[in-house]
C-alpha cells in the first residue's frame, strides 16, 4: 500500500517563509471591535430614542381617542369630535415624524463621524505598516547585499 505524505513540515517551512505581523492582525481586530461598540451605541440609542417617540405618540393618540369616545348630547357633536380627534392626530403627526427625521439625522451624522475616524486610523496604520515593510525589505537587502560580498 502506498503511504501518504507527511505535509505538515513542508507546510511549515512554506509559512515559515512568509513572515506575518500579529500585532497588526491584533491591532486591526481591536479597532474593529471598538468600532462595532461605537456602531452598536448609536444604533442602540438611536433604537431607545425611536421607542420614546413612539411610547409618546401612543400615549398621545390614545388620550385623544378616549375623548372622542365620549358620548355626546347631539349627533353634530360626534362629527366634530371626530373631526377634531383628525385635526390633532394629523398635528401630532407630523410632531413625532419631525422627531424621527431628528434622531435619524443624527444617528447619520455620528455614523459619519465614527466611519471618517476609523478611516483616518485605518490609513494611518497602512502608512506605518507599508514603511515598516519598507524598513524591513531595505534591511534585508543591505544584509543580502553585505553578505554576497
Known amino acids: 500500500m502506498a503511504k501518504t505524505q507527511d505535509f505538515t513540515a513542508v507546510f511549515k517551512d512554506f509559512l515559515g517563509a512568509f513572515p506575518v505581523d500579529t500585532k497588526a492582525m491584533e491591532n486591526t481586530f481591536k479597532n474593529q471591535a471598538a468600532l462595532s461598540e461605537k456602531l452598536s451605541g448609536v444604533a442602540l440609542s438611536a433604537a431607545e430614542q425611536s421607542a420614546?417617540?413612539?411610547?409618546?405618540?401612543?400615549?398621545?393618540?390614545?388620550?385623544?381617542?378616549?375623548?372622542?369616545?365620549?358620548?355626546?348630547?347631539?349627533?353634530?357633536?360626534?362629527?366634530?369630535?371626530?373631526?377634531?380627534?383628525?385635526?390633532?392626530?394629523?398635528?401630532?403627526?407630523?410632531?413625532?415624524?419631525?422627531?424621527?427625521?431628528?434622531?435619524?439625522?443624527?444617528?447619520?451624522?455620528e455614523t459619519v463621524e465614527l466611519l471618517l475616524a476609523a478611516g483616518k486610523s485605518l490609513q494611518e496604520d497602512a502608512a506605518t505598516a507599508v514603511k515598516k515593510a519598507a524598513d524591513d525589505v531595505t534591511a534585508a537587502t543591505k544584509k543580502a547585499t553585505t553578505a554576497a560580498n
Open 52 to 109: 420614546e417617540i413612539s411610547n409618546k405618540w401612543t400615549r398621545e393618540t390614545l388620550a385623544k381617542l378616549s375623548e372622542m369616545s365620549k358620548a355626546r348630547p347631539e349627533p353634530a357633536d360626534y362629527a366634530k369630535a371626530m373631526t377634531d380627534f383628525a385635526s390633532a392626530n394629523a398635528e401630532v403627526a407630523a410632531e413625532h415624524l419631525a422627531a424621527y427625521a431628528e434622531v435619524a439625522k443624527k444617528v447619520q451624522a
